[in-house]
Nanobody, 114 residues
Framework: QVHLVESGGGSVQPGGSLRLSCAGS????????MAWFRQAPGQQRELVAT???????TYKNSVKGRFTISRENADNTVYLQMNSLRPEDTAVYYC????????WGQGTQVIVSS
């Protein structure tokens, strides 16, 4: 079975940093265009960042310059480094392929609050 497991979330103050991890099982993440999504309370899930096989990355405008998506092929893991966090970044974060091929995991909660 294919699973994606997100981790690394937590509660931080504005301006803080977190590094999210997405570990794959039953799927080779290095062969997929991968993405991070997030869903804030009462909001629809939205695309935050993508990492293509070409190594090209794209970001939601509001996170450009603050978030970095990357992958570690040896660990079959995709990361999202989040710096200068803002309260509006508060959400549950999920990873998936860009075309959302995999059943959604549990996500990892990020809370940014003073």
């Amino acid at each position: 079975q294919v699973h994606l497991v997100e981790s690394g979330g937590g509660s931080v103050q504005p301006g803080g940093s977190l590094r999210l991890s997405c570990a794959g099982s039953g799927i080779i993440l290095s062969s997929k265009n991968m993405a991070w999504f997030r869903q804030a309370p009462g909001q629809q899930r939205e695309l935050v960042a993508t990492l293509l096989l070409s190594t090209r990355t794209t970001y939601k405008n509001s996170v450009k310059g603050r978030f970095t998506i990357s992958r570690e092929n040896a660990d079959n893991t995709v990361y999202l480094q989040m710096n200068s966090l803002r309260p509006e970044d508060t959400a549950v974060y999920y990873c998936n392929t860009v075309d959302r091929q995999v059943q959604w995991g549990q996500g990892t909660q990020v809370i940014v609050s003073s």
